[in-house]
């Protein structure tokens, strides 16, 4: 059992926090340019009770073109670098290339976040396996530039969980050890706000496939079209509400911008939760 999945079993749901080193993401394109900027918001964001910095150096919001391996090294090393000098936080590296990955290995990230699930560069299943590491695999349906032109599913949920049982499988046969296996059913990527919705409300449902999960619905714009909120960074109300139902139905790890209001839930939730063990 790697460290992570200790961690979940030491402590409950973890808090990741999300550190792009991207000029055009969705929500927060080009704040983190700057090396040191960029540590000092991961060094915040782990006194703010994140457990896990997940680091990216290509944008997948919807209609995001593809950034070169060599560019995305360029960008997310020097950062993991600099952070691994001064903390010893585990790092997960989102990334679907291999090159990619195995830089941010060799720079101390400790986690592969592949939102193609192994499945756009050949070895990375390969590295993953080789490196023992814990790795990530995200469902999507298409790719970022177009997977929300018209998302389709017979059955959201089961087509998912059938997704990433295959998926499972695959790292399996390629060597990965299921116990370093994370899902995440990829929220946003390819999905209607009714396709996002359902996976939320079922949420227990991926429980069966007897990995931890992760939760990453943060400021997405399903949230803002649900409130008619069109600033990102003002759906946290929005994203308290999803962070609160999915941990009480199994989230392992929230995947957040906003570190400090998903740690206030996580530790409400456990207090609450801890009056169910005494007589009434």
Not at 70 to 84: F, G, N
Request: aromatic fraction near 4%.
């Amino acid at each position: 059992m790697s460290d992570i999945i200790k961690m979940i079993a030491a402590r409950g749901p973890l808090i990741m926090g999300i550190l792009n080193i991207t000029p055009d993401s969705f929500s927060d394109g080009g704040r983190y340019s700057d090396v040191d900027m960029a540590v000092v918001s991961a060094l915040t964001m782990v006194r703010q009770g994140a457990a896990i910095i997940d680091i990216g150096g290509e944008s997948t919001r919807p209609g995001s073109e593809r950034v070169p391996a060599q560019e995305q090294i360029d960008r997310i090393v020097p950062v993991i670098t600099a952070l691994r000098a001064v903390s010893a936080v585990p790092v997960s590296v989102d990334t679907t290339l291999a090159a990619v990955a195995r830089a941010a290995l060799n720079a101390g990230a400790d986690i592969i976040n592949d939102i193609s699930a192994l499945e756009e560069d050949p070895a990375m299943a390969l590295l993953a396996a080789e490196c023992n590491c814990p790795v990530i695999l995200m469902h999507k349906q298409g790719t970022p530039a177009n997977m929300q032109d018209d998302p389709q599913y017979d059955n959201p949920v089961q087509d998912i969980v059938a997704y990433l049982s295959s998926r499972i499988d695959f790292a399996c046969q390629h060597g990965i050890e299921r116990g370093k296996i994370i899902l995440d059913p990829g929220i946003g990527f390819g999905k209607t706000p009714e396709h996002n919705l359902q996976i939320i409300a079922n949420f227990e449902q991926f429980k069966k496939l007897n990995c931890p999960l992760l939760m990453g619905a943060s400021r997405k714009s399903f949230i803002g079209r649900i409130l008619n909120i069109d600033i990102p960074a003002e759906r946290i109300f929005g994203d308290a509400a999803v962070t609160a139902w999915a941990i009480e139905h199994g989230a392992d790890i929230i995947r957040v911008h906003d570190v400090k209001p998903a740690a206030d839930i996580i530790a409400m939730n456990k207090a609450i939760r801890s009056q169910l063990r005494k007589p009434i």
